[in-house]
């Protein structure tokens, strides 16, 4: 396949792709364990809040969340910057934004996950742990965060593959992702079949690496149950 000279470019988009994908599933991750608790919580005003964050989610296209925080951003870091005295303008730069606003969506979705994994856990073991006299942040520590990664480590790379093509959203926000460094390959050669077929083919090897990559954390969380079972 002939890039016509245009290979470093993809490969620099398919960069800032991969870590934008990282850094908004670490976001997505931190956001889900918190609601996840959240929605368990005794306290009422906690679940209310985790209720309207996972119904807000549902109902908000990815595309205008994007858009909603890389404009709306600049205009709160303006007010809170002209509380200080800073009349400029403000621009949070595309990675930011894509960060947020992917994180903050897969967020919502990851705390379904992590709620779910919870509950998986035999309640048994936490009335042990409490019988053992271990405090309950002690006894979620010990406990029921290792099991609730070893069942949730499935359906989370389920949706770290989503969003890893859902980084391609970035794009229309000006950020040098694999998509938008594709569209300026395809404008200046007028190739857009050549282009976006080598996008495609990337975009494919990053999917079966991230699966092979799965796999592999699979095999190590579950290492120890396998031997216990033995």
Known sequence: MNLHGFGALLLEGTWLT???ALAAMTVAIVLGLLAALAGRSRVAVLRLLAHVYATLVRGIPELLMLLLVYFGASVVLMKVASLFGHDGYIELSPFAAGTAALGFMYGAYASEVVRGAIDAIPHGQIEAAQALGMHRLLSFRRIVLPQTWRFALPPLGNLFLALLKDTALISVVGANDLMRNTAIAVSDTVQP?????????????LTVLVTLAIAWLERRVNRGMRRAAT
């Not at 079949?193 to 975009?203: D, H, N, Q």
């Open 193 to 205: 079949f050549t282009f976006y077929g080598a996008a495609a083919l990337i975009y494919l090897l």
């Open 18 to 20: 991969v870590r934008l």
